[in-house]
């Protein structure tokens, strides 16, 4: 019977809802306008002539059609209203589409029907805004990934691609702070930081206990830790003392191999938002970050010579042209000095030429570690080296060779079999502006012609133009 009675409700008679629920409401009405005066006449007894008069009957169906009348009017103002507002609102929301940024802001009574009903309308309701807000955090996420897809592609250099990523999750999450590690030689090293001040970072300290570190590398997987309000942070994570509630390893995973581990920190828990942002956005920062290494080790080949470490002739001889430009318009000092190791090719042909190699290497670290901050080292060709003192005068630069040159007449090299490898070197050095008016070429001439000066004086000594 009920079905019977659905398959007659279910026939359309317009294309309009409200306009066949207005038929069937009229439609009603008059049935129980024609069957009310039989009912009265059969249930009060009242007298026939009276109940079934045109007069009577007529309005019986006149009052039923007001009744179907008032009953549509009825629902078309409380449910008609109520879908008038949901279109109202889905139109809203097909015009933002075409703004994904308008789509992401929309909240609240713009975009959200609230609609206080325990039925299918009010269930109608909650469907909708639950799709809305479904698709408003969507777009807040594509529009999120293509903030971070753009910065990838804006930053090749990869300190610059360090610190971009950690300040965009600074600015879409409570994390404060972050840093990007990488394992170089079984040693951890810190590639960069954002937020946090240098000071605060025990680099020794944080690089040598990296258990969690480790862990983050074995496992390719994130590693979040939620820090007590009373525990400091060097229990986490040595080495960094700060004190944020949360703490999130991240590592950067490039065909199965960890190309680094970021370390954020966070005041409060991160969201799951922030985290799914987190998990899309290094899938697609593992090709950038690689690029970016491998755009550091090209850049670093091009200037700097692959056995000491030192920079190259080349990118040394650029550098002679920059600083002497510098020190010509400032009206400063500079100094240019050349370094030979005194016979040289005795140690090659008596320990050979690895013995050699670890000379150069071990005179190079020598310079490095001791020349001023700023100065300039450079491998001039076979064991000469160029030494660019910035700002010194021919006393400073002498003073500073001399150093250089008890340094590496102290230094021993222990080679294989216990063989130690004593060394000497001669300094000849050119000052800028004794000499007025000359370019590089010549400058390293002067310095040339006084190392020569000083091998040809009896060798390990310094010998000025």
């Known amino acids: 019977m009920s079905t019977m009675i659905t398959r007659i409700l279910d026939i359309r008679f317009t294309k309009s809802i409200f306009i066949d629920l207005l038929l069937w409401m009229l439609g009603f009405g008059v049935f129980m306008g024609l069957v009310f005066p039989p009912f009265t006449w059969l249930i009060l007894d009242l007298d026939q002539s009276q109940v079934f008069s045109i007069t009577f009957v007529a309005s019986c169906i006149a009052a039923g059609s007001i009744v179907g009348l008032i009953n549509y009017g009825l629902v078309k103002h409380v449910i008609g209203d109520r879908f008038e507002l949901l279109i109202g609102r889905m139109r809203r929301i097909q015009g933002y589409l075409s703004d994904k940024d308008r789509v992401g802001q929309c909240a609240g009574e713009e975009c959200f029907v609230h609609i206080q009903s325990n039925d299918v309308i009010g269930d109608t309701a909650a469907s909708f805004n639950a799709l809305i807000e479904a698709l408003r955090q969507r777009t807040l996420f594509e529009g999120q990934m293509w903030n971070f897809i753009q910065l990838m592609n804006k930053h090749i250099e990869l300190p610059g691609l360090i610190v971009s990523i950690i300040r965009e999750f600074c600015k879409i999450s409570a994390i404060e702070a972050g ?85 954020f920190l966070a005041l409060s828990p991160v969201s799951a938002e922030t985290h799914s942002i987190m998990q899309a956005t290094f899938s697609q920062l593992a090709n950038a970050f690689q690029n970016s290494l491998l755009y550091e080790r090209v850049k670093k080949i091009s200037v700097v010579d692959e056995l000491t470490g030192a920079y190259n002739r080349r990118f040394g001889m650029k550098r002679l042209r920059e600083e002497l430009s510098r020190a010509d318009r400032m009206q400063d000092h500079m100094a240019v000095v050349m370094v030979d190791l005194d016979h040289f090719k005795s140690v090659n042909d008596t320990y050979g030429h690895p013995a050699g190699d670890a000379v150069l290497r071990e005179v190079a670290q020598i310079f490095n570690h001791h020349i001023r901050q700023g100065d300039l080292m450079c491998r001039y060709g076979g064991e000469e080296f160029l030494l660019i003192f910035i700002g010194a005068s021919q006393e400073n630069a002498v003073d500073l060779a001399e150093r250089l040159r008890k340094m590496i007449e102290l230094h021993e090299v222990k080679w294989h079999d216990n063989v130690v490898i004593k060394i000497t070197a001669s300094f000849g050095i050119s000052v800028y502006p004794q000499s007025q008016g000359i370019d590089d070429m010549e400058l390293i001439r002067q310095a040339d012609e006084a190392l020569y000066n000083a091998k040809n004086g009896g060798r390990n000594q310094i010998k000025v133009y």
């Open 179 to 263: 840093l990007c590690m990488t394992l170089q030689r079984e040693e951890w090293e810190i590639l960069e930081s954002y937020g946090i001040d240098r000071d605060l970072i025990d680099s020794e300290k944080l690089c040598k206990d990296g258990g969690l570190l480790q862990r983050c590398m074995q496992s390719h997987k994130t590693i979040t830790i939620d820090v007590p309000a009373d525990v400091p942070i060097e229990i986490g994570l040595p080495g960094l003392r700060m004190r944020p509630r949360q703490m999130i390893l991240h590592p950067v995973v490039y065909h199965n191999e960890v190309l680094g581990v970021f370390i």
